[in-house]
């Protein structure tokens, strides 16, 4: 397409075919969303500036689309206003907005585009979607398990299998520091590299702990303990030390209770390597892994203050966030099916053209999909060939022999067998044609 | 609520009760334009500034809400895109961009959020939701009718009655000018104080008429014609010594047969007096008048130029755009309908948590909507509190006294009746629940 047709960069036109596929997808989750009594909720497209600046340090403020002040104010070159970059901060806000409005817990989802200034790249792009679950104003371990089980049933709603929960909590984290004895100024930067373990190899991220300033044998109990074939184990003994590594435990322990109680065995595991990138999560943390190493599909975790420092009230909260973009594209393909009507009617003059409309609508008020020809041409053979683009399942034809007979010809656009189908009759036999499966 | 946390001037936030609302009339909204045929087009919430700026002159330009350029430009305080401002002007660009790729005719809709920095008030809204069909590519009065027949059922589908359609040509318009000899560059002038006919005294019409450099005489006869009671047959007998005015009739003549032949008699009429405001309709034009005159709930008609002045391809084109906001203000209320959930779990400790959280996965498994209680509480008082809070209509109680038995008390919330239900029992049961009618 020429380049000033196109939209604008990193953002897509969505067509009739890829939009149902997608809307497909939003309503299957919705539906195990709300079978867990998650409510919808839908802020506006942007925010005022003040509420989405600083959120997320100066990395995140560069990707924020400002909207410029407007009238007099204009030539100010300043902005007021931005677009949505999460989910998250509009829900802060409404948090505070209407706190005693909202039940208690506040279990909420939100689907709906966000907006990031990002280089535009394959799978990544400045308009997408992002599919967020959480509930506020409860510390109770059961809201992370409803979170990860509302995901799990998600994943396999939408027909994806192979994919695994990586389960682990910050205080596991944090007990494992204390066990091993890295120094507190040293423990977020340790986290952080311990967090390549997966692209890294041991030797190296031992190399980047050391330069961090942990001594080489400690870095290398440590990354051994983690690297091991029984790591779970060699962890969970270490862990047994630390005050705060044993409720860690206990809080893995316990959602794999509830957790593993409903979904297959295998597919929720502890991993006490998972660190994920945020530091503001504080308790239970989780991860997809895809299938075959993909990539993560969804995560979250439990983020107690978040939600003040984001400018809402003090809450606890947990929560999730499905990678949408990354998980409409793992789809299984649902073959060919896009159609845009199931009977196509021609209109073979203008004397005959309010009767092929009454078709249309007696066919539509079957339950089918109906148009009449809207073309300029008077040939049978143009029209059916209109009727067969649009991948209609019948056409129906109505020119002087049909009235002459009062009949219509209903023609099965497949087999091009034609039935002369009695007007009195007409409307039963379009219920019949409606209650016929597809393909 | 405190100013700080109110979404954005003009702006709303939309909580669960109020969004089904919306969601449930949209939902059956597409339903019914999908039985016409009509495909769904998504395009993103802003364009480039230059593919929006000076569509609609300079009175559109200032509404637009533009967004600032990005890193080291942001400085500049210029801005390269803008939200969109109507469904329209991407529809134009995506017909560019796409053609031969779309269907012939491109019939498409176009449900979501546009954004105006209009002054916000009672009704109207810097974000609101827009809701257009359109017809690319033929000159069929047929599509002109398919538009209108949509969204008559769209209005009906949603259990709005008492509306009109208000039916008229442009053509009909100039010939009307033909008929009473308005000067070629008087047209456009008079065209816009009849379209005051609705608001202003006859006298006062004439008054702006003469205004303009109508002679009074012309003036008298024009507005008397289309005031009279027989104004129809008047206008129409006037029309015949016009070719443009004939056709317009014929148009009309047409539209009235098809359309008439499918919604109940006096639901769409004539009314030649209808000028709709917008320079830019070539054909059929036509608004649906609310009942009680309460304004106007949807227009449209046909503009066969528009789509090439908005930088898109030369199609004819003809469509139709209904007043969401308007419409859903109208609509029948559907009662305190909101709940929650349908079956709440308690949990009286720690030890029966798992089991509890299986309940409510086994509820939902039934396609009920449940959860655990997620509180702090282990009092049975405050836990069936919650579940009323939530609206369920059930209770699942299960403690000590529960496991011994090897049963779960069912609570019916409604009636206070509770019931041992055994353990082996349970599914087949809230299997049942979900059977029973709702309320």
């Given at each position: 397409m020429p380049t000033q047709f196109d939209p604008p960069s990193g953002t897509r036109d969505f067509l009739a075919a890829d939009w149902e596929t997608r809307e497909n997808a939003f309503a299957r989750i919705r539906s195990v969303f709300a079978r867990y009594g998650f409510e919808p909720l839908v802020t506006p497209a942007f925010e005022r500036l003040d509420v989405l600046l600083g959120k997320y340090g100066d990395d995140g403020d560069k990707l924020i689309f400002k909207i410029l002040r407007r009238g007099?104010?204009?030539?100010?070159?300043?902005?007021d206003l931005a677009l949505r970059y999460d989910h998250t901060v509009p829900l802060a806000r409404v948090a505070a907005a209407y706190g005693s409005q909202l039940p208690t817990p506040y279990k909420r989802y939100a689907i709906g585009p966000v907006w990031r200034a990002d280089r535009p790249g394959r799978g990544r792009y400045r308009e997408f979607t992002q599919c967020d679950l959480d509930t506020l104003g409860t510390t109770s371990v059961m809201a992370d398990a409803e979170v990860i089980c509302a995901v799990h049933d998600v994943l396999a709603e939408l027909g994806l299998s192979g994919f695994q929960f990586l389960l682990n909590s910050r205080r596991v984290l944090a007990g494992l520091l204390e066990a091993f004895g890295v120094p507190d100024e040293l423990g977020p930067g340790v986290l952080i590299t311990l967090d390549k373990l997966d692209k890294l190899a041991p030797g190296e991220v031992i190399a980047e702990l050391t330069g961090r300033g942990l001594p080489e044998a400690q870095a290398a109990s440590l990354v051994g303990a983690l690297t091991a074939g029984d790591a779970v184990e060699q962890i969970s003994d270490a862990l047994k030390g630390s005050d705060e590594g044993a409720a860690g435990l206990d809080e893995v322990d316990a959602l794999l209770s509830v957790v593993g109680g409903q979904v297959p065995g295998d597919r929720v595991v502890f991993a006490p390597r998972l660190v994920r990138g945020l530091s503001y999560y504080t308790g239970p943390i989780w991860e997809v892994a895809a299938a075959g190493g993909a990539g993560s599909l969804a995560g979250g975790g439990r983020y107690d203050h978040l939600i003040e420092q984001l400018g809402g009230p003090d809450v606890p909260a947990t929560g999730g966030s499905l990678g949408m973009e990354r998980i409409l594209l793992l789809l299984p393909q649902e073959g060919t099916g896009h159609t845009r009507l199931d009977v196509a009617v021609t209109i073979m003059d203008e004397l005959h053209a309010p009767r092929s409309f009454a078709f249309a609508a007696a066919a539509r008020d079957a339950g089918l999909r109906a148009s009449v020809y809207l073309g300029s041409s008077g040939k049978l053979g143009r029209q059916l060939k209109w009727a067969s683009d649009t991948g209609a399942r019948w056409a129906l034809i109505y020119g002087n022999a049909e009235e002459e007979a009062a009949a219509v010809t209903v023609r099965d656009m497949t087999s091009g067998e034609q039935t002369a189908v009695p007007l009195s009759g007409l409307s039963d036999y379009l219920a019949d044609l409606a209650a016929r499966p597809a393909g």
């Open positions: 007099e104010h204009e030539g100010t070159g300043e902005a």
